[in-house]
């Protein structure tokens, strides 16, 4: 395809030539859009006179939700003109970037919806770090811990999880929204699996242009499917927030106290830019995962107008406590649904999972003579060696589990402390125990932020977050090696 250009001498619109740098190409045809993705990190990029405008003026007429038909009258030609002008009248000599993200800002108040915006780059690093989930955890009655996030965002469902592994929740959890938002819809759904079992899909829906719908589900593990579990909400709860809340109320999973929602239940996305900016559009409208909308906001199935905390403590407190059955049984070598000493094969166990090598002497400080193989999945680490003696097979001779159901038989789990152990197992010097890091040094398992306790005489091992002292693992190997 021929390449089209602006000619300034004849004053002919042809299109943005951009070619040479692998930008979108603006010429016959549909323009080639930017992904609706997290914006990438910033990285330095030639200026390009117009390139982002352009975007901007397609992302519009293409994404925008538009629900006014404001875009109709766009034109990419006189948008490009205005910049033109702007930039060799009154914007002569200031830096042509910043003007052309002025003429940028005009056009989205023109032609955009509330909330449409523009973040330059200095901008977008900000949001990003404002935006990043905050998630915090406080037990709040026996057996009951109250969840509270600020906003869902990237990486929610994961801290959300965390969360749940360090304050018991054998009566429920509650999951405080108040005054909380949320843009991505992923991550709403990755938080709302939490609480949902597989076969509930999708988790949220969103509304976009000509009524394009698109359906969310999450392949995150459920953590907390069978818990009962109280909503707190607010009139200051909005866009993925409200859509979570509402996933939980309506569809009878959780009770919902406090007040009814704000309703904001505009759907916004990111895209990047050419210059490294991005720009913030309305593309469609939140909806749970059964299509019912969300304009009118999200009723309590218990209104509240004082704090709804002390309520939902009480209706938690009320339940029967779950404690967890054991699941490491150390004397018989098993741990979950796996037991000690297993012939693995090569090594990899033939599953889905990442798989480190170590030759034997690779500062491997349990067996250093024999060649190790750790293979890493959803809940299991296994360490998988072949002694000298073996050809071809590896053995899984000591193997961690990080689910959330892990509990010893003297009632060691995943978020007891550190002197739990000491009065289940004995104090140190006892019961053959020992600190003794067990992942070779270029692992990734080895973390500055753990540290492990080996109980040698038995056979089991604990790894504990420092700082907090409280229990991330527990493992099991053959006593004495």
């Not at 016959?28 to 990285?43: D, N, Y």
């Not at 397609?58 to 034109?75: C, I, K, N």
């Amino acid at each position: 395809m021929a390449r089209q250009c602006w000619n300034r001498w004849t004053g002919w619109w042809w299109g943005l030539c951009l070619c040479a740098t692998g930008m979108p190409v603006f010429a016959q045809g549909e323009p080639q859009l930017p992904a609706a993705t997290e914006p990438p990190r910033i990285a330095a990029s030639r200026y390009q006179a117009g390139a982002d405008l352009q975007t901007v003026v397609a992302l519009l007429q293409q994404q925008a939700l538009d629900e006014g038909g404001r875009t109709a009258s766009l034109s990419s030609e006189r948008s490009y003109r205005e910049l033109v002008v702007a930039q060799e009248t009154e914007g002569k000599g200031r830096d042509p970037k910043l003007v052309e993200y002025e003429v940028i800002t005009k056009v989205l108040g023109k032609y955009g919806a509330k909330g449409d915006a523009l973040l330059t780059p200095e901008q977008l690093q900000r949001e990003r770090q404002r935006d990043r989930a905050s998630v915090s955890v406080t037990p709040v009655g026996e057996g009951i811990a109250q969840v509270q996030l600020a906003s869902i965002g990237f990486g929610s469902a994961s801290q959300v999880s965390q969360a749940l592994h360090q304050a018991d929740h054998s009566r429920g959890v509650i999951l405080d929204l108040r005054g909380a938002g949320g843009e991505d819809a992923q991550s709403v759904a990755d938080t709302a699996r939490l609480f949902f079992p597989t076969g509930a899909s999708p988790l949220v829906q969103t509304v976009g242009a000509r009524d394009s719908v698109r359906r969310w589900d999450s392949k995150v593990r459920a953590v907390a499917v069978d818990l009962p579990v109280v909503v707190l909400i607010d009139k200051k709860t909005r866009a993925g927030a409200e859509a979570l809340a509402a996933q939980l109320g309506r569809t009878g999973r959780a009770q919902v106290l406090g007040t009814r929602t704000a309703g904001s239940d505009l759907f916004s996305e990111s895209f990047a830019l050419p210059s490294g900016a991005a720009v913030r559009l309305v593309t469609g409208r939140w909806r749970t995962g059964d299509g019912r909308g969300l304009a009118e906001g999200v009723e309590p199935t218990e209104p509240s107008g004082t704090d709804p905390l002390p309520r939902a403590v009480e209706l938690l407190a009320s339940q029967p406590g779950r404690p967890l059955k054991p699941t490491v049984f150390p004397a018989r070598g098993e741990i979950g649904d796996k037991t000690l000493g297993f012939n693995a094969g090569t090594g990899d166990l033939g599953l889905a999972g990442a798989v480190e090598y170590f030759r034997g002497g690779e500062s491997n400080a349990m067996r250093p003579s024999d060649e190790l193989k750790i293979w890493f999945v959803p809940d299991y680490i296994v360490l998988n060696y072949k002694p000298s003696s073996s050809l071809l097979n590896f053995f899984a001779d000591r193997i961690y589990s990080t689910a959330a159901n892990t509990v010893t038989d003297k009632g060691i789990r995943i978020g007891s402390g550190y002197n739990d152990i000491l009065e289940a197992y004995g104090n140190p010097g006892t019961g053959g125990y020992n600190e003794l890091f067990p992942f070779p040094e270029r692992s990734r398992a080895n973390r500055p932020d753990r540290y492990y306790v080996n109980y040698d005489a038995i056979g089991v091992s604990f790894g504990l977050e420092t700082g907090t002292n409280v229990v991330r693992e527990i493992g099991i190997y053959k006593p004495g090696s």
